[in-house]
T-cell receptor, first 110, second 113 residues
Framework: GQQVMQIPQYQHVQEGEDFTTYCNSS?????IQWYKQRPGGHPVFLIQ?????EVKKQKRLTFQFGEAKKNSSLHITATQTTDVGTYFC??????????FGAGTTVTVRA | DGGITQSPKYLFRKEGQNVTLSCEQN?????MYWYRQDPGQGLRLIYY???????QKGDIAEGYSVSREKKESFPLTVTSAQKNPTAFYLC????????????FGDGTRLSIL
């Protein structure tokens, strides 16, 4: 079955620094979604990428979908304490099911 | 306000007992999902339903059962056959279709006594 691998599992960042989390799928995806889960909370939808090579930005967050539609990345610039949480990518093939990566848990040193 | 309500927030199960987790949504979404979240493993799909009176097994359906008698409700039963039920359970819903985001409830944390 489809597998979505996400690295790194943990990211400890100094406030103000940049970081990137990566997602790789074993199969070609029709789309990929990104979610953020704050500590003690539930996943909240951030964005969806559909087209090959697509790049979308949300303020300090930049999301990218690979040309082959098998990988994606989330880059955060100038990390703030509000960025703390776990970021999940979730890939979809040709059915209604989303396959979630294991997530990248981000902590920020002030 | 529209949203997804899961109850209870915390649940304890005795050995050999079945327990049912509630999930209700007032978003008028056709599709509903149940996920299990364990530390370091992300979300794994248990069951999903795209329409009333129909549901499909996800990746880890063994030891679980669901029903979808009403559009707004998708209860999950954790049966005694599930030998490792301790986890955080998340219910989600979405508009039917391949390009729709999922909206999650606050979750139920199930523990074994």
């Amino acid at each position: 079955g489809q597998q979505v691998m996400q690295i790194p599992q943990y990211q400890h960042v100094q406030e103000g620094e940049d970081f990137t989390t990566y997602c790789n799928s074993s199969t070609t995806l029709s789309n990929i979604q990104w979610y953020k889960q704050r500590p003690g909370g539930h996943p909240v939808f951030l964005i969806q990428l559909v087209k090959s090579g697509e790049v979308k930005k949300q303020k300090r967050l930049t999301f990218q979908f690979g040309e082959a539609k098998k990988n994606s990345s989330l880059h955060i610039t100038a990390t703030q304490t509000t960025d703390v949480g776990t970021y999940f990518c979730a890939g979809r093939s040709n059915d209604y099911k989303l396959s979630f990566g294991a997530g990248t848990t981000v902590t920020v040193r002030a | 306000d529209g949203g997804i309500t899961q109850s209870p927030k915390y649940l304890f199960r005795k050995e050999g007992q079945n327990v049912t987790l509630s999930c209700e949504q007032n978003l008028n979404h056709d599709a509903m999902y149940w996920y299990r979240q364990d530390p370091g493993q992300g979300l794994r799909l248990i069951y999903y339903s795209q329409i009333v009176n129909d549901f499909q097994k996800g990746d880890i359906a063994e030891g679980y059962s669901v029903s979808r008698e009403k559009k707004e409700s998708f209860p999950l039963t954790v049966t005694s056959a599930q030998k490792n039920p301790t986890a955080f359970y998340l219910c989600a819903s979405s508009i039917k279709g391949n390009n729709q985001p999922q909206h999650f409830g606050d979750g139920t944390r199930l523990s074994i006594l």
